[in-house]
């Protein structure tokens, strides 16, 4: 494993923020799914991504949990299989079910939302512990640069399956298959770094790790590699190896 590894986590995770992000274009589908479904009421459309929001925060703190007991490569994959069953059992909401659609794209949607969004950023973070700040903003920047990039896609995709409220239901269909693919893809190069990982040097036995960091002046003097050598212009010094 080496720094390569890293780069990938740090790729793998802005791919999937960007993909993840489609579910923020709620303001998309908010009119036609609001007349097909709920007879015009858009404060009950509007439910669907308040619970996606609560549901993000909820599924952020247990993906995080779960990802320091199994891989993150695991809680990533499992987010993706949630969100994109969640945008594909939207595709059945109709008006004579409509909590369906509450169900699905907003509780399942956001808990998948969820497992994918920290986990990704902390398994980044680790990689590059001394440029936490910036790793964070690129990887976070990737969901509002996928709003940008979807918004026409998603709006192309609705209009070819029929036009606003109509078109919604097949277009559920079609993202929930990029969420599947993109976050199983890349949850394999999600990869935390071993054990005693330090800031671009890799420790293969945290031991050593904690060794090299925890000498005290008195214990440097008598180790054995620590060899006097003259120098040419100055007085002898005493330096480690």
């Excluded at 990938?8 to 579910?23: C, D, E, K, R, Y």
């Excluded at 993000?56 to 007991?69: D, F, H, Y």
């Excluded at 330090?198 to 293969?204: D, K, L, P």
Aim: with cysteine; aromatic share 12%.
């Amino acid at each position: 494993m080496n720094k390569r590894h890293g780069l990938h986590s740090v790729f793998a995770a802005i791919a999937i923020q960007l993909t993840v992000g489609i579910a923020y274009l709620w303001s998309v589908f908010q009119k036609g799914v609001a007349n097909s479904i709920f007879g015009g009421k858009n404060a009950a459309a509007a439910l669907t991504f308040s619970l996606v929001l609560a549901k993000l925060a909820i599924g952020s703190v247990i993906g995080g949990k779960l990802a320091a007991k199994y891989t993150t490569r695991v809680v990533v994959f499992v987010g993706g299989i949630i969100l994109s069953a969640g945008f594909f059992l939207a595709s059945f909401a109709s008006a004579d079910v409509p909590w369906l659609l509450w169900a699905t794209y907003g509780v399942m949607g956001g808990i998948g939302m969820g497992f994918t969004y920290s986990t990704t950023i902390a398994c980044a973070q680790k990689w590059y512990p001394h440029k936490k700040g910036f790793v964070t903003g690129i990887i976070v920047s990737a969901i509002g640069i996928g709003g940008v990039v979807f918004t026409p896609i998603v709006e192309n995709l609705i209009v070819f399956f029929g036009g606003t409220g109509v078109g919604e239901p097949k277009t559920f269909m079609v993202l929930s298959s990029v969420f599947l693919v993109v976050c199983s893809s890349g949850s394999i190069f999600m990869v935390n770094p071993p054990e005693g990982y330090v800031a671009g040097n890799i420790f293969t036995n945290p031991a050593a790790a904690k060794e090299v960091n925890s000498y005290t002046t008195a214990q440097m003097l008598k180790h054995r590699s620590f060899i006097w050598q003259p120098q040419r212009c100055c007085s002898p010094v005493w330096v480690g190896l």
